[in-house]
């Protein structure tokens, strides 16, 4: 009887003794690699990973896009020869047997020169300000021009045609917009910044940040459309 009294006793004590032991290399792991997450998972800071890609043709250089010259006054239109052939029927478009106008050689196509492109990650507590600031005054002091809603900023430059990917890392805790802002040579770009809201815990949000000639556009790639829905817009996006 007394045995089993005994057995029964230093059953708890050893399992007592395996949970000090989980404790203690738990706190060891930490203490090794602070990266891991204690607690429930939902009460984690939230995780953003970057995919930064520049298209070939981003940021076209101005400069490099040439002047139409007028048509010269010498032979303005030229005669077609094919007049006189009862076979030739007129082309879409062709209204008039008669003349037709020869393309200049200015005219044709010319590409363009792409450039690097510099652009910041913004961490924001609110996106109004951004919707209103002026985009001179917001590439030369976004702390001015933010004012309070700025929380972090990360500075990053691609040149024509590069991809980069930034770890997960964890966002500031009182962040709760993403917004990506590019400082393209077109004063008139057609999207020079883009914004994407989140939630400031429990979530991991791989974030694609696409630049193309003179727009960007954030998407979440947990959402990635198929490619019979490539229409349908990002659904956490909130540029306007």
Not at 42 to 65: E, M, W
Not at 90 to 104: D, E, F, H, K
Not at 181 to 198: G, M, N
Not at 207 to 218: D, F, G, K, S
Request: glycine share 4%.
């Amino acid at each position: 009887m007394r045995p089993a009294i005994v057995l029964m006793l230093a059953v708890p004590l050893l399992a007592g003794c395996s949970t000090v032991g989980n404790v203690f290399k738990k706190t060891a792991q930490i203490m090794m690699d602070p990266t891991i997450a204690v607690g429930n998972p939902q009460d984690q800071p939230t995780q953003i990973a970057l995919s930064l890609y520049a298209s070939a043709d981003v940021n076209p250089n101005p400069v490099s896009i040439p002047a139409v010259a007028p048509p010269e006054d010498s032979t303005p239109m030229e005669r077609d020869t094919a007049e006189t052939d009862a076979h030739v029927h007129l082309g879409v478009g062709q209204y008039n047997r008669a003349a037709s106008i020869a393309p200049t050689p200015n005219a044709r196509r010319t590409a363009v020169t792409a450039t690097p492109i510099v652009f910041r990650v913004l961490q924001l507590k609110d996106d109004s300000m951004l919707e209103n600031a002026p985009p001179e005054l917001l590439q030369d002091n976004p702390e001015k021009a933010l004012g309070s809603t700025l929380v972090a900023m990360d500075d990053y430059a691609l040149v024509p045609g590069q991809f980069k990917f930034i770890e997960f890392a964890s966002i500031e805790e009182k962040s709760r917009y993403i917004a990506v802002v590019a400082q393209f040579h077109d004063p008139s770009a057609e999207r020079w910044y883009d914004v994407f809201r989140v939630e400031p815990r429990g979530r991991k949000y791989p974030l694609m940040v696409m630049l193309q000639t003179t727009r960007v556009a954030i998407t979440d790639e947990r959402f990635r459309p198929a490619q019979d829905d490539l229409c349908l817009p990002p659904p956490a996006s909130t540029y306007r």
